[in-house]
């Protein structure tokens, strides 16, 4: 197996988790693009946002993790991004799909 966030979920590679439940783990980012900026993850591997299932409840189960999260983090109150990379021209790096959670300062508009 070699996807990097599969790896993560089954705690070969070591990261420090905020939180996990028995579908989603959260992590900060090792590159961090804001003074918050954790990762979101299901813990199956879907290869992007339009390979999930239209009957999954992976996104109530990644939306109730971004709000242990940010609730967490203190950002919830002063605002925060979430941001979901897809496929190459997305911007995603890491196939597995992943959920970037920003916050801790102002987010300027368009992103890039």
Same mark, same amino acid.
């Given at each position: ?21 028995? !579908?989603?783990?959260? /992590? ?12 979101? +993850? %299901?813990?199956? #591997? ?29 950002? !919830?109150?002063?605002? /925060? ?12 790096? +890491? %196939?597995?799909? #992943? ?14």
């Amino acid at each position: 197996m070699s996807c990097i966030f599969c790896q993560i979920v089954d705690k070969r590679i070591p990261a420090n988790f905020i939180y996990e439940d028995d !579908a989603v783990v959260a /992590f900060p980012d090792i590159n961090p693009q804001a003074p918050h900026h954790y990762l979101v +993850v %299901p813990k199956v #591997h879907y290869e992007n946002l339009l390979a999930v299932p239209k009957d999954s409840d992976v996104f109530n189960r990644v939306y109730s993790a971004i709000d242990q999260v940010v609730n967490k983090a203190g950002i !919830a109150e002063t605002g /925060f991004r979430v941001v979901v990379n897809t496929k190459d021209d997305g911007g995603q790096t +890491v %196939p597995h799909l #992943h959920f970037h959670v920003l916050g801790g300062r102002f987010m300027t508009w368009p992103p890039g």
